[in-house]
């Protein structure tokens, strides 16, 4: 018997996109730029953010979004270094869509009383499958990739790293032990996205975390200066 | 610094459910009964499916919906049986919302120019998480644990249990080896869900089956005589 297959997500992607595209536009009008960071858990997400707004906090006013299924270990951990933060909570799903960080950043505009800020980073849910089909209405898409989980990552999840503008290469300093190959790593990123941007980094040693900050500053920059 | 604590996916779910409580009167009217057959990968959806659509064919029109990530795979086994079986795909996505399940059964009646049938089975991505929660408008859902995957799974997958009318458990004939206890199953069960019908059963042996049957055909006749 024959059958046919239908691409069913067509709709809902159309959709969110819209509101994403939305989104973004009403973002870089008030001069705040954007970043949506992705990466899997234990990838060290909450760690390279800390260092970012400890070296970049005196030059821009730095806001964050913490999503994640249930808990708030991380919007408790940020909000110790007294930045602007909100907890949000996706209950079970596994990535988060344009109309909940809209939801989301409606919310943390409300509970800082219009206080303006300058870059506004989601950390995103630990995944790399659904968060990359999603659109969120970033400037860019950053993701972490830590060197444990394997140079043939973009192997495996090629949507994360086509989609992503930067991709930082976290624990660095451990690339010995795991044998992790740069060189194939930077292959097997290149052939699915030529442009991106790609940061071997350390937050633990701090070891070529001031190349991502330099790179940010300058985005976030030309953001704030629009 | 204070941070607040938001729930982001209410909204999302609030429009889900409308779509699919539109969705489920729809078929009813119809007189089509419509399962949402769900359970991790390999835990035997496709088997029990089969062993189904053969116990059944003779009483009942069954039509299948295949949902999966990317390939073919499951419908190219279903439709060797001679039934009407369409394949969705999600394109990455881990779950079928109402939306994309709308269009796959719009897109399967086309397929069969309106030819009627009295049993409908979505067979779901292969997740216990995301599926369970978004209800995609069937008249019953039925999860199906396979025994290997441990009498522990509905407390870490407390939702999953909870929305679902029917828990399949299947590979039971290896419960000796897997050492899956079956009173503490049905335990785990009840404290999520005192009224989820269990069914202990083998597709591979055939053991248990027909209970499962009997209960499939009573609620697919009471569906088709309204």
Redesign the interface.
Known sequence: ?????????E??IADNDRVAAAQRARLQEKGIYFINLMGSPGAGKTSVLIRTIEALRNRFRIAVME?DVDS?VD?ET?????????????????H??A???A??IE?LME?EQGAPFDILILENIGNL??P??FDVGAAKRVMILSVPEGDDKPLKYP?MFEVSDVVLVNKIDTKEIFDFDEERFRENVRMRNPQAEIFPLSARTGEGMEAWFAWLAQEAERGVRK
């Open positions: 018997m024959k059958y046919n297959v239908i691409e069913v997500k709709r809902v999503a708030a919007a940020i909000s110790r270094l007294g930045v602007p933060v909100i907890q949000l909570h996706t209950a079970g799903l596994c988060m869509d109309d909940m960080t939801r989301g919310a509970q499958v659904c990359a089909e949507l």
